[in-house]
């Protein structure tokens, strides 16, 4: 039996939740190495070869979605959850669809994250929401939805949106309460 503690890799932009998620998960027994952009998390996924990743949505101006294929390259067998507080149905499938494991949003306990490392299977007994979607959850899903077409080109997303780039800019701040 191996007795090896599991390998995490946490990648955030934000340092006081990169240091607290670490903390929680070496009280779990995990290995845990950290990483706050794109090449450090690359460059520790080369050297780590990590069991399991924990991957932000957003890295300062850059996209986590982004990391995820390089992140499978590198460990095939990762099971990478991305955690985000820009939830959208958007991001959430283009993230599945990429090879990520689990979904999560901020603010996720530990323990149901360590969950999403090995939950194998889709859970359908999932509860179905109750009132019909908000119109302004609708509109920011169809921004997230233009900025991934876009490959996040907020400008080119804001021509494709009718917006001004400032308008766009501004209404990517404003995140709708619920989400």
């Known amino acids: ?34 990483a706050a952009d794109a090449a450090s998390a690359l460059a520790s996924a080369e050297q780590l070869r990590p069991a399991f990743v924990i991957l932000d949505l957003r890295l300062g101006d850059d996209s986590g979605l982004q990391l995820v294929t390089p992140l499978l390259d590198i460990v095939p067998t990762a099971r990478i959850v991305v955690l985000t507080g820009y939830a959208s149905i958007a991001t959430a499938v283009e993230a599945i669809k990429l090879g990520a494991a689990h979904y999560l949003t901020k603010p996720a306990e530990t323990d149901e994250i360590v969950a999403a490392f ?53 209404k990517l701040q404003k995140r709708p309460s619920g989400l």
């Not at 503690?5 to 070496?26: E, F, I, K, Q, S």
């Open 1 to 34: 039996m191996n007795s090896e503690p599991a390998t995490c890799l946490v990648v955030d932009d934000d340092a006081a939740l990169r240091a607290v998620l670490a903390g929680a998960l070496r009280r779990r027994g995990y290995e845990v190495a950290v």
């Open 118 to 170: 090995t939950r194998a299977a889709p859970d359908p007994a999932t509860a179905l929401a109750r009132e019909p979607t908000p119109l302004q959850q609708l509109e920011w899903e169809h921004i997230q939805k233009t900025l991934i077409a876009c490959d996040g080109n907020i400008s080119d997303a804001a021509r494709k949106l009718g917006l001004h780039r400032r308008t766009l800019q501004r």
